[in-house]
């Protein structure tokens, strides 16, 4: 068997129905409904997203996380109509003001539910990394910029927290991936919205410095929790690729290769650090998520697969 194929096996015997509904559309050609469907069972009635569809987290009630997990669904499957129902929840629960923290103009990178709850140690509250750094406040106002409508409160909220946000970045230039991830994703959907309310160059300079800085060149080390170049770049057309990447892609496409398990999987890189069973869940459903993004990765940058 193959390395694709192995991964496949794996997904089909061992992926939450979202992962299995992702991969069957991503390689096989199915259709994006089948990742909306699965994606509505995590919704709550107040529109927001929680039970566990952030894999580390099992709380069950609605989160600022919550609600940006389901975005990333709804961003690999091309987006929805901004009438859908998924889509008119998370706004709803956006507008909400729920687990928005008025004293920092962001909503909250871990809420205090989340206590009660199975999770890893780093969604435990209150966080003490990157609470108040835009993670995930830059995602969720692109989100509102692409899918609100102009002139609605919010939509006026969207434009304020992205050019705050903006602002913010391109004077402090963080390295640390999720945060530019965040900015990434805030920029692709204010240009997909037509609506650009900052310096759009001196960001991307920005994002662009933090993203060569962040990568880890050393394939000796990307078995531990660190930036491979798969991070940021999805392939030869990504932003953020350039001809001098071309040997270390292809580098972290033989680690992938050369670290696949017997079993199709590829091993988690981090651990919750705490005494919750439901780890050894949450650990299988991240392997899915992996192997998904490692053959996507290596379909872009691998001819042999």
């Not at 923290?101 to 435990?124: E, I, R």
């Not at 992205?162 to 913010?168: D, I, Q």
Request: some cysteine; proline content about 6%; aromatic content about 14%.
């Amino acid at each position: 068997m193959t390395v694709f194929e192995k991964s496949r096996a794996f997904i089909y015997r061992s992926a939450r129905p979202i992962d299995l509904a992702l991969w069957r559309y991503t390689f096989e050609n199915a259709p994006a409904e089948g990742v909306i469907t699965a994606l509505a069972a995590y919704q709550n009635p107040d529109g927001g997203f929680a039970h566990g569809l952030e894999a580390d987290n099992f709380n069950p009630l609605s989160m600022p996380m919550g609600a940006w997990k389901a975005a990333e669904y709804i961003r690999e499957v091309g987006g929805l109509p901004a009438s859908h129902p998924i889509i008119k929840g998370i706004l709803r629960y956006l507008e909400s003001g729920d687990g928005f923290d008025q004293a920092h103009d962001q909503w909250m990178n871990t809420v205090p539910s989340n206590n009660d709850a199975p999770c890893a140690v780093w969604w435990k509250y209150p966080d003490t990394g990157s609470a108040f750094e835009y993670n995930p406040t830059a995602a969720l106002a692109g989100f509102i910029l692409r899918y609100a409508e102009k002139g609605s409160t919010l939509y006026c909220k969207g434009v304020k927290l992205v050019a705050e946000a903006a602002e913010w970045y391109i004077k402090t230039a963080p390295v640390e991936r999720h945060i530019a991830r965040c900015f990434i994703t805030m920029y692709d959907d204010c240009k997909a919205a037509g609506v650009i309310p900052f310096d759009g160059e001196a960001l991307l300079k920005a994002l662009d410095d933090a993203v060569k800085k962040s990568i880890c060149r050393d394939p000796g080390r990307w078995n531990e929790y660190l930036p491979r170049p798969s991070a940021f770049i999805e392939s030869r057309n990504s932003r953020f690729y350039s001809e001098d990447l071309e040997d270390i892609c292809r580098a972290e496409c033989d680690h992938i290769k050369s670290t696949q398990n017997p079993d199709g999987s590829f091993d988690v890189p981090w651990m919750w650090y705490n005494d919750h069973n439901e780890w050894y869940v949450a650990e299988n459903w991240c392997k899915a998520i992996i192997a998904i993004e490692n053959m996507k990765f290596l379909r872009e940058f691998d001819a042999s697969e």
